[in-house]
């Protein structure tokens, strides 16, 4: 028991190797759709299914192991074939009677797998029957297979119209010698499919259990034998819907406690598998088995067919050594003294070489003889297995042990040329290759704006026209011009503006009032008529922000969404901003660069209505006396078109310098800009954050800024240094595991 | 005194360099206008020679015509092709008393001389017949000129606002010329002891960038700034060729005063450079014609003479021996501009010009007349200057 520990660990430990397998299946699949070639060629011979059976293996052993030494009862199998009073000996043993355990003769008759606990205090069995799949699947598969009868029935419905030969001589393929294959023929045929109504009702859906209670015990036997020859009819073949059974009674010997006896079928039958399920009976599950053996007139030597049922007990043994994992029972009851003496001799001087109980030990006893078989049979096997029992145990944990040990070797072996192989191919770290991503970044960042900033820069040059711009000016100029050459918009121009201010002037006898309200109109058209230069501003600010777009590179490009430049900046402005990895200098940086002002209002009308100042009479004292002149006009026609020319005059003189000013506009714009732009620069890669954001820009946005990496050189890497990773884990796993149970 | 018929026809010489169409006659104008007001009261005239007189009255004429049209337009520069001579004097009138027959008129006269740069490169001046005839009397004109007047069209340098427009201004002003010709003329003041020798910059049409002359411009510090960087190569010309000699003058000059530029016109007429020209509109009603700091120019002139006179005196009184003296007044009697001042100032041009003895009355008036013009040109010389003006200090 004080293994069981140890045991837990080392199944944990197995099954996360198991997942690391996996893991580097997984990786070695990936890294074999990739087209790194030498890579490949470095793990072409890495048998990831030969690896798991190891730690199959190891974890098989380890199950043997728990299976033992968790088990509370001690678990005798019997076994031995047909008619050599197995049944007999469960009987006696177990104190039931032929009405569970039928000890027939002439036949066999015990057709299910069964356990009998001993209890004190409880009599009843539980049945596991099959549900309708398991039966298609472990019953009439293995006919079918041994039978070369096809397709394998998949539902009872198919099963019961299937049209089977009607002798053995009709069936084709490899199906072995007919006195094997013409039982199994007619046993499928004959007794299942012909009494399929029988025990069709008991297969359901679902596997299920069936309790039977002390009094039903009874009944039993008809779950679990073949039905007496002497049953005329439709024979009841129920015990083919019984999976397992599990009795439990009160063993007519009072002295033993947490004994139970195992019934092991079918050796020596004609059924397919029966070996295989022989063997699944013995391993893990029974501490010792009985081979019952019956020298009768015909069967008084040990045979070919026994010793092949003995060997398939030594195969199941494992760990455990035969001689206490087995012993042979010779069954007297009812036997000549020469038979029994033969066999016996016979077991002597070809089993046990000669020496009595050298490799097996033999018992003599009549398994019908309670007395007998409670002397000579249990009290001795359980005195052997009071010293055996431990040795046993001790025996499958060391092997158990040396299982596991061996397995890592084995894995050991197996990854450790590929692992050196592997890391011969130079793939950096994670966080190398994100740094250097970052690096990759940046500098791709740095010199695409370093190329936008010195275009910017250009454009402050003396030499350099925004020639667009300028026209537009020469364009809002002469508009604004026109208007007040032809009237200041009176329809029908200079005569017009004449002919509708006289009538002012006559009431006002003189010009004042119409010179008055005439600049005033004049000064609020024109600046109204120069905010049409706000269209090129705003022109010049979206292509800044386009720059700046472009500005970031093509990896940034990925990254950017959006219908104008500056909604596609506040896309990225915000997309940082909501990342999982916190860029704060970025963010920070596209805030400022969002927050370019460029406009009329801001930049150009206190300028504009500077110049609009010439056109405020008795604003200026250097100027008042042009506007003074102008009062002596007198109120006629002729005084009219005079004050036109000079008003006009001086708003043609204002426009002029307006426009001469904002013929300036664009160097001071690309001054403006290029402060901006540089402001920019330095915050964006320049800034204390920056190397922590971009960082984190990496990986957060690997993705989209490397979409071409999904294949290519540094998918190559990630898939490399994926099945590096997984071959490390692994090999640490196994390296470690050694220092540990070292 | 052979020498002294030799000086007398000599004035004194200013050499002018510009485009044509600057405004060089208005710019005579003003002088002359601007001058005679200074003078008023003091018994002396500014007087123009008889081609000069006309050419001032076609101006004035055209000037009246305009401003009766209300409508102002300026002629488009170009290279001065040709030569004009201009001749001013100041002359001082006898006493109002004096009969007729014993008047005697003292004068001092100036030649001021405007021709093509162009003529300074031998290969043009070799494709002109008129040239290759001129350029002697042109050159001999330069050297020997005291003061060397640059007219700039102020418009020009202060609306060029776009790439293309600046990069006419040198075209338009020919700068390279002015430099070509200030290095020439610089030069020879270096060869000519310690005679005068004065740079005048005299940006023209600055009304509109103004507000001391009934303007409201603001752009006198931008305008100055135009000319020290345009005219930077000239400026430093003259001080390499003569150091310490030249006297620079910055003198923006309104020659109308109501005259104000409204709207520039560049036009691309497929040259190499554009051409300028203006819409012009007239100031104040009715616009009355103000000039301003063009009497600079005169003053300038007048200060040369009288400061050569004192330094003449100077160097007289300082020399020791009667043979000094006598070299001395030798060198001062060569022809030239020395020679021109002792002839003008002393008293020896009336007196060489004399037809016979001169009778008593006559000396009287010519004393006076004399008297008058010395203490006019006094007057004007000592006449603080336009607040506009500027010396400018080389280096």
Same mark, same amino acid.
């Given at each position: 028991?004080?293994?069981?520990?140890?045991?837990?660990?080392?199944?944990?430990?197995? &099954?996360?190797?198991?997942?690391?397998?996996?893991?580097?299946?997984?990786?070695?699949?990936?890294?074999?759709?990739?087209?790194?070639?030498?890579?490949?060629?470095?793990?072409?011979?890495?048998?990831?299914?030969?690896?798991?059976?190891?730690?199959?293996?190891?974890?098989?052993?380890?199950?043997?192991?728990?299976?033992?030494?968790?088990?509370?009862?001690?678990?005798?199998?019997?076994?031995?074939?047909?008619?050599?009073?197995?049944?007999?000996?469960?009987?006696?043993?177990?104190?039931?009677?032929?009405?569970?355990?039928?000890?027939?003769?002439?036949?066999?008759?015990?057709?299910?797998?069964?356990?009998?606990?001993?209890?004190?205090?409880?009599?009843?069995?539980?049945?596991?029957?099959?549900?309708?799949?398991?039966?298609?699947?472990?019953?009439?598969?293995?006919?079918?297979?041994?039978?070369?009868?096809?397709?394998?029935?998949?539902?009872?419905?198919?099963?019961?119209?299937? *049209?089977?030969?009607?002798?053995?001589?009709?069936?084709?393929?490899?199906?072995?010698?007919?006195?094997?294959?013409?039982?199994?023929?007619?046993?499928?045929?004959?007794?299942?499919?012909?009494?399929?109504?029988?025990?069709?009702?008991?297969?359901?859906?679902?596997?299920?259990?069936? &309790?039977?209670?002390?009094?039903?015990?009874?009944?039993?036997?008809?779950?679990?034998?073949?039905?007496?020859?002497?049953?005329?009819?439709?024979?009841?073949?129920?015990?083919?819907?019984?999976?397992?059974?599990?009795?439990?009674?009160?063993?007519?010997?009072?002295?033993?406690?947490?004994?139970?006896?195992?019934?092991?079928?079918?050796?020596?039958?004609?059924?397919?598998?029966?070996?295989?399920?022989?063997?699944?009976?013995?391993?893990?599950?029974?501490?010792?088995?009985?081979?019952?053996?019956?020298?009768?007139?015909?069967?008084?030597?040990?045979?070919?067919?026994?010793?092949?049922?003995?060997?398939?007990?030594?195969?199941?043994?494992?760990?455990?050594?035969? *001689?206490?994992?087995?012993?042979?029972?010779?069954?007297?009851?009812?036997?000549?003294?020469? @038979?029994?003496?033969?066999?016996?001799?016979?077991?002597?001087?070809?089993?046990?070489? #000669?020496?009595?109980?050298?490799?097996?030990?033999?018992? /003599?006893?009549?398994?019908?003889?309670?007395?007998?078989?409670?002397?000579?049979?249990?009290?001795?096997?359980?005195?052997?297995?009071?010293?055996?029992?431990?040795?046993?145990?001790?025996?499958?944990?060391?092997?158990?042990?040396?299982?596991?040990?061996?397995?890592?070797?084995?894995?050991?072996?197996?990854?450790?040329?590929?692992?050196?192989?592997?890391?011969?191919?130079? /793939?950096?770290?994670?966080?190398?290759?994100?740094?250097?991503?970052?690096?990759?970044?940046?500098?791709?960042?740095?010199?695409?704006?370093?190329?936008?900033?010195?275009?910017?820069?250009?454009?402050?040059?003396?030499?350099?026209?925004?020639?667009?711009?300028?026209?537009?000016?020469?364009?809002?100029?002469?508009?604004?011009?026109?208007?007040?050459?032809?009237?200041? #918009?009176?329809?029908?121009?200079?005569?017009?503006?004449?002919?509708?201010?006289?009538?002012?002037?006559?009431?006002?006898?003189?010009?004042?009032?119409?010179?008055?309200?005439?600049?005033?109109?004049?000064?609020?058209?024109?600046?109204?008529?120069?905010?049409?230069?706000?269209?090129?501003?705003?022109?010049?600010?979206?292509?800044?922000?386009?720059?700046?777009?472009? #500005?970031?590179?093509?990896?940034?490009? @990925?990254?950017?969404?959006?219908?104008?430049?500056?909604?596609?900046?506040?896309?990225? *402005?915000?997309?940082?901003?909501?990342?999982?990895?916190?860029?704060?200098?970025?963010?920070?940086?596209?805030?400022?660069?969002?927050?370019? =002002?460029?406009?009329?209002? /801001?930049?150009?009308?206190?300028?504009?209505?500077?110049?609009?100042?010439?056109?405020?009479?008795?604003?200026?004292?250097?100027?008042?006396?042009?506007?003074?002149?102008?009062?002596?006009?007198?109120?006629?026609?002729?005084?009219?078109?005079?004050?036109?020319?000079?008003?006009?005059?001086?708003?043609?003189?204002?426009?002029?310098?307006?426009?001469?000013?904002?013929?300036?506009?664009?160097?001071?714009?690309?001054?403006?800009?290029?402060?901006?732009?540089?402001?920019?620069?330095?915050?964006?890669?320049?800034?204390?954050? &920056?190397?922590?954001?971009?960082?984190?820009?990496?990986?957060?946005?690997?993705?989209?800024?490397?979409?071409?990496?999904?294949?290519?050189?540094?998918?190559?890497?990630?898939?490399?240094?994926?099945?590096?990773?997984?071959?490390?884990?692994?090999?640490?796993?196994?390296?470690?595991?050694?220092?540990?149970?070292? | 005194?052979?020498?002294?018929?030799?000086?007398?026809?000599?004035?004194?010489?200013?050499?002018?360099?510009?485009?044509?169409?600057?405004?060089?006659?208005?710019?005579?104008?003003?002088?002359?206008?601007?001058?005679?007001?200074?003078?008023?009261?003091?018994?002396?005239?500014?007087?123009?020679?008889?081609?000069?007189?006309?050419?001032?009255?076609?101006?004035?004429?055209?000037?009246?015509?305009?401003?009766?049209?209300?409508?102002?337009?300026?002629?488009?520069?170009?290279?001065?092709?040709?030569?004009?001579?201009?001749?001013?004097?100041?002359?001082?009138?006898?006493?109002?008393?004096?009969?007729?027959?014993?008047?005697?008129?003292?004068?001092?006269?100036?030649?001021?001389?405007?021709?093509?740069?162009?003529?300074?490169?031998?290969?043009?001046?070799?494709?002109?017949?008129?040239?290759?005839?001129?350029?002697?009397?042109?050159?001999?004109?330069?050297?020997?000129?005291?003061?060397?007047?640059?007219?700039?069209?102020?418009?020009?340098?202060?609306?060029?606002?776009?790439?293309?427009?600046?990069?006419?201004?040198?075209?338009?002003?020919?700068?390279?010329?002015?430099?070509?010709?200030?290095?020439?003329?610089?030069?020879?003041?270096?060869?000519?002891?310690?005679?005068?020798?004065?740079?005048?910059?005299?940006?023209?049409?600055?009304?509109?960038?103004?507000?001391?002359?009934?303007?409201?411009?603001?752009?006198?510090?931008?305008?100055?700034?135009?000319?020290?960087?345009?005219? =930077?190569?000239?400026?430093?010309?003259?001080?390499?060729?003569?150091?310490?000699?030249?006297?620079?003058?910055?003198?923006?000059?309104? /020659?109308?005063?109501?005259?104000?530029?409204?709207?520039?016109?560049?036009?691309?007429?497929?040259?190499?450079?554009?051409?300028? &020209?203006?819409?012009?509109?007239?100031?104040?009603?009715?616009?009355?014609?103000?000039?301003?700091?063009?009497?600079?120019?005169?003053?300038?002139?007048? =200060?040369?003479?009288?400061?050569?006179?004192?330094?003449?005196?100077?160097?007289?009184?300082?020399?020791?021996?009667?043979?000094?003296?006598?070299?001395?007044?030798?060198?001062?009697?060569?022809?030239?501009?020395?020679?021109?001042?002792?002839?003008?100032?002393?008293?020896?041009?009336?007196?060489?010009?004399?037809?016979?003895?001169?009778?008593?009355?006559?000396?009287?008036?010519?004393?006076?007349?004399? =008297?008058?013009?010395?203490?006019?040109?006094?007057?004007?010389?000592?006449?603080?200057?336009?607040?506009?003006?500027?010396?400018?200090?080389?280096?």
């Amino acid at each position: 028991m004080r293994q069981i520990p140890m045991v837990e660990r080392e199944t944990a430990y197995w &099954t996360t190797v198991r997942g690391m397998i996996a893991d580097l299946g997984a990786a070695l699949d990936d890294l074999r759709e990739g087209d790194e070639v030498t890579a490949i060629a470095a793990t072409a011979d890495l048998d990831v299914a030969a690896m798991d059976a190891i730690a199959v293996a190891a974890l098989g052993a380890l199950a043997g192991v728990r299976s033992r030494v968790s088990r509370r009862t001690i678990n005798i199998g019997v076994s031995g074939r047909a008619r050599n009073g197995k049944s007999t000996l469960l009987q006696s043993l177990s104190g039931l009677t032929d009405d569970q355990i039928p000890a027939g003769r002439g036949q066999p008759v015990t057709a299910v797998r069964s356990s009998i606990y001993h209890s004190t205090v409880r009599t009843g069995a539980v049945l596991t029957l099959h549900s309708e799949a398991s039966f298609c699947a472990e019953v009439l598969a293995p006919y079918h297979r041994a039978l070369n009868l096809m397709p394998t029935p998949r539902t009872l419905e198919e099963f019961s119209t299937f *049209r089977y030969p009607l002798t053995a001589d009709e069936l084709t393929g490899d199906v072995g010698p007919h006195p094997k294959s013409g039982p199994m023929l007619v046993r499928l045929r004959d007794e299942m499919q012909r009494a399929l109504p029988s025990f069709r009702r008991y297969l359901t859906g679902h596997q299920r259990e069936i &309790t039977l209670s002390e009094s039903e015990l009874g009944s039993l036997r008809q779950w679990v034998a073949y039905p007496p020859a002497t049953d005329v009819g439709m024979p009841d073949r129920r015990h083919f819907a019984v999976r397992d059974a599990t009795v439990t009674c009160r063993f007519p010997i009072d002295d033993v406690a947490d004994l139970a006896l195992v019934d092991l079928p079918g050796l020596g039958e004609l059924v397919p598998d029966a070996d295989r399920h022989h063997l699944d009976g013995l391993k893990d599950d029974v501490d010792f088995v009985i081979v019952v053996k019956r020298p009768t007139d015909t069967n008084a030597l040990w045979s070919v067919e026994d010793g092949d049922a003995l060997q398939l007990i030594i195969d199941a043994s494992g760990a455990a050594a035969v *001689r206490d994992f087995v012993t042979i029972l010779v069954n007297s009851g009812g036997c000549a003294a020469e @038979n029994i003496d033969a066999l016996k001799r016979d077991i002597r001087d070809r089993l046990n070489e #000669g020496l009595d109980d050298r490799s097996y030990n033999v018992i /003599t006893a009549d398994s019908a003889d309670r007395q007998q078989v409670k002397e000579k049979v249990l009290q001795v096997v359980l005195e052997h297995l009071a010293t055996a029992l431990p040795r046993m145990d001790a025996d499958v944990f060391a092997f158990a042990q040396a299982a596991c040990e061996t397995g890592r070797e084995q894995l050991r072996g197996l990854i450790g040329r590929h692992l050196a192989a592997l890391r011969s191919i130079h /793939t950096p770290s994670e966080l190398l290759r994100l740094d250097h991503k970052r690096t990759e970044l940046l500098d791709e960042v740095t010199t695409h704006l370093h190329a936008w900033i010195e275009e910017l820069q250009a454009r402050t040059g003396a030499e350099y026209a925004d020639q667009e711009f300028l026209d537009e000016v020469t364009k809002v100029q002469d508009r604004a011009r026109s208007w007040v050459i032809d009237g200041f #918009g009176v329809e029908g121009g200079q005569a017009a503006w004449v002919e509708q201010v006289l009538p002012k002037m006559l009431r006002a006898a003189g010009p004042a009032t119409v010179m008055q309200n005439t600049l005033n109109g004049i000064r609020t058209e024109i600046a109204i008529r120069f905010n049409d230069i706000d269209s090129m501003l705003d022109k010049r600010r979206n292509e800044f922000w386009k720059g700046l777009a472009g #500005g970031l590179g093509p990896r940034f490009a @990925n990254l950017l969404q959006g219908d104008s430049p500056e909604e596609v900046l506040r896309n990225l *402005r915000d997309t940082l901003d909501s990342a999982d990895h916190d860029s704060p200098s970025l963010v920070k940086a596209l805030d400022q660069a969002l927050d370019v =002002r460029l406009d009329y209002r /801001t930049r150009l009308l206190p300028e504009v209505w500077r110049k609009l100042e010439a056109l405020m009479p008795y604003h200026r004292k250097e100027t008042e006396e042009q506007f003074f002149s102008m009062l002596t006009l007198a109120a006629t026609a002729e005084g009219g078109h005079q004050l036109f020319n000079q008003i006009s005059g001086l708003a043609r003189s204002v426009i002029t310098d307006i426009g001469g000013m904002l013929s300036g506009e664009p160097s001071a714009n690309a001054l403006i800009l290029l402060a901006y732009g540089q402001y920019f620069e330095d915050a964006f890669i320049r800034s204390a954050g &920056t190397p922590d954001d971009f960082l984190n820009v990496t990986t957060g946005f690997q993705d989209q800024l490397w979409p071409e990496e999904v294949s290519g050189p540094a998918t190559s890497t990630v898939r490399i240094q994926r099945a590096k990773d997984a071959l490390n884990h692994l090999n640490q796993a196994l390296t470690g595991s050694k220092r540990s149970n070292g | 005194m052979s020498e002294l018929v030799d000086v007398e026809q000599e004035p004194f010489r200013v050499a002018v360099v510009g485009p044509s169409r600057v405004g060089k006659t208005t710019l005579l104008t003003a002088i002359l206008s601007e001058t005679e007001r200074q003078l008023a009261g003091t018994g002396v005239r500014i007087l123009a020679g008889e081609t000069t007189e006309e050419r001032i009255h076609q101006q004035r004429r055209a000037l009246r015509r305009a401003i009766a049209a209300e409508e102002f337009d300026a002629a488009a520069l170009s290279g001065n092709q040709t030569t004009s001579l201009y001749e001013v004097v100041l002359r001082a009138d006898s006493e109002p008393g004096v009969a007729p027959q014993d008047r005697i008129d003292i004068e001092i006269p100036f030649s001021i001389l405007d021709y093509p740069g162009g003529w300074l490169n031998p290969v043009t001046r070799n494709r002109s017949a008129e040239a290759q005839q001129q350029w002697p009397a042109c050159e001999d004109h330069i050297q020997r000129s005291v003061m060397l007047l640059v007219p700039i069209d102020a418009a020009v340098l202060m609306e060029a606002r776009k790439p293309a427009e600046r990069g006419s201004v040198v075209d338009l002003l020919g700068i390279e010329e002015v430099t070509a010709m200030t290095r020439l003329w610089a030069r020879s003041r270096k060869d000519s002891g310690s005679e005068p020798a004065v740079l005048v910059l005299a940006p023209l049409k600055c009304e509109k960038y103004f507000d001391d002359n009934g303007g409201g411009g603001k752009e006198a510090p931008r305008l100055r700034q135009l000319v020290q960087d345009t005219y =930077r190569d000239a400026v430093e010309a003259a001080e390499a060729e003569a150091p310490g000699r030249v006297k620079v003058v910055y003198a923006p000059i309104d /020659t109308y005063g109501c005259v104000e530029l409204m709207e520039p016109i560049w036009h691309d007429v497929g040259g190499e450079y554009l051409e300028f &020209t203006g819409h012009y509109r007239f100031r104040g009603r009715p616009p009355r014609i103000q000039e301003k700091a063009a009497a600079t120019v005169m003053r300038e002139l007048c =200060r040369s003479v009288i400061s050569a006179q004192a330094a003449r005196n100077t160097e007289l009184a300082r020399a020791a021996t009667e043979e000094q003296r006598r070299i001395f007044e030798r060198r001062y009697l060569r022809k030239g501009f020395f020679g021109a001042l002792t002839f003008y100032l002393s008293g020896e041009a009336w007196w060489a010009r004399r037809d016979g003895i001169l009778t008593a009355k006559q000396l009287i008036a010519a004393k006076q007349s004399e =008297r008058k013009l010395n203490s006019a040109l006094r007057s004007l010389s000592t006449e603080a200057d336009d607040p506009r003006v500027e010396v400018w200090q080389l280096r």
